[in-house]
């Protein structure tokens, strides 16, 4: 069964919302294309899936994790306002830097897993 996806750096423009299709993804690397518009919802919500690498894209706005099996993110280099996080997240890792982020970050003090939280070079 296939677990991980690698479609980095493919000049892709959107991404299907139809991960519910891939009932054991784990691990999608989708950065380095040229990604805009909404993050698909199935993606977000995806119940097995671990990591998500969306990072050097053009993502703008607020995006909403509502998984609690995502341990790892990575949307740096996109031009994000905003990451509101579920509560009861097992996040380990968190890169939020090079975005547009202002004022009050993202609350992950219920994320009792973090380890990393990178969100320099914003504005």
Known sequence: MLNSRD?????????PDRFDTLPTLANINAASNNLTGPIPTTLLTHPTLKTLNLA????????VINSVNLTSIAFNKNQL????VMEGSGLVKVDLADNQFQ???????TSSYLQIFDVSNNK
């Open 7 to 15: 479609i980095s750096g493919n000049a892709l423009t959107s991404l």
């Open 56 to 63: 050097s894209n053009g993502f703008v706005g607020e995006i």
């Open 81 to 84: 306002t905003s990451v509101r």
């Open 103 to 109: 004022g009050l970050l993202p609350d992950l003090t």
